[in-house]
């Protein structure tokens, strides 16, 4: 059992890295919250008696329910958690009160979420990733396109970027971006994954390509990748802060639910034509009952009666912009450059008015 106290974030919310504290007397608490902390990669200092400095300087103290009465005289601060075995003691809110904790927590109950808070200080976490998805309303759309448009153009700007390839059967993401010989993991080597993923080993194991990284499919048999294994990972990558971007298929199964769940935006690539609407509009019903913000993103040429403001009208989605085409990615070749790579180019200007707009609404939000 986990319980809250006040309403104050943890101090990991902040992104401040460091070590755990522990104040106890009790050693077989001590050993339990010292493998807890083991399981999240943490290594923490331990003391019976408060000592100020540590006090003050650790990003999360976890003070054991016997020595609640010795910390009653510290500085008041955020990031105490009470932790205790006893489900039937009622006095434990009170102490907590005393301590100002901000959590009450009882073991074994609260294990998974302690992990996750330790963990959270060892990573440093502070705001999470914008996560955009980009999904085609119809095949062909050019929504793995955007994408790494989107990603490059991300990169570009200096932002810790991550590109996701949700689709197992588009042929993988790195072999648009030129990568596919690129040492590190594909999505096959997560399909174990579950509980926590660390952050930082994930991004430090991916494949680098133009200064971002990229979670994609190998050339391989087809792997399943459970949703809790999926969750799990696009968590991960999400706690780095930054931006995600994920190009995701055009159907939702239970896989794609979960990315979908973790999504900030969600951008609708429709080409500008009746039944590629038509087709988008059935996409835009499923997405929709999972992602509340879907903005349609329009392809040209346009058909007859038909313009960008018309599509989102049909679509009754808000409007997220025009689509150009750029002409190197038309060649047989694909061009020698991942989309967006010419910074100047039509697909680099939206994608960079795109990111300005998104990261400017984000930080208002």
Do not use: N
């Amino acid at each position: 059992m986990a319980g809250s106290v006040t309403h104050d974030p943890p101090p990991a919310a902040s992104g401040r890295q460091g070590t755990p504290l522990i104040v106890t007397e009790d050693d077989e608490l001590l050993d339990d919250l010292l493998r807890l902390c083991a399981a999240a990669g943490a290594t923490p200092e331990v003391h019976r008696f408060v000592h100020d400095s540590s006090w003050e300087a650790a990003p999360l103290v976890l003070v054991g329910d016997d020595a609640a009465r010795r910390v009653r005289g510290a500085a008041r601060r955020r990031g105490v958690v009470l932790v205790g075995r006893d489900q039937d003691d009622s006095g434990v809110w009170r102490r907590a009160v005393e301590i100002g904790a901000d959590h009450v927590l009882m073991l074994p109950d609260g294990e998974q979420w302690l992990v996750d808070r330790i963990a959270d200080v060892a990573e440093g976490v502070g705001r999470p990733a914008l996560t955009v998805g980009v999904i085609g309303g119809r095949g062909g759309a050019g929504a793995s396109t955007l994408a790494c448009g989107l990603a490059v153009a991300s990169a570009r700007e200096g932002l810790r970027t991550l590109l996701v390839d949700a689709d197992p059967l588009g042929g993988g993401l790195d072999v648009l971006l030129g990568g596919e010989t690129a040492e590190g993991l594909r999505w096959p080597a997560f399909a174990a994954s579950r509980g926590r993923v660390g952050s930082g080993a994930l991004e430090e194991s991916l494949p680098r390509l133009h200064s971002l990284r990229v979670l994609s499919w190998d050339r391989g048999d087809y792997v399943a990748v459970p949703p809790q294994a999926v969750r799990a990972v696009l968590a991960a990558a999400r706690r780095r802060g930054g931006t995600v971007v994920v190009d995701l298929p055009r159907r939702v199964d239970d896989g794609v639910a979960e990315v979908l769940a973790q999504l900030d935006v969600g951008l609708l690539v429709v080409p500008a034509e009746l039944r590629s609407v038509a087709a988008a509009a059935r996409v835009a019903s499923a997405v929709g009952m999972v992602l509340r913000d879907l903005r349609v993103a329009v392809r040209g040429p346009y058909a007859p009666g038909l313009d960008d403001r018309e599509v989102a009208r049909l679509l009754g989605l808000p409007l997220a912009g025009e689509v150009p085409v750029e002409s190197a990615l038309l060649r047989p070749d694909g061009g020698k450059e991942p989309p967006a790579a010419a910074a100047r180019g039509p697909l680099a200007r939206f994608c960079k008015g795109f990111w300005e707009r998104a990261l400017l609404e984000a930080g208002a939000a």
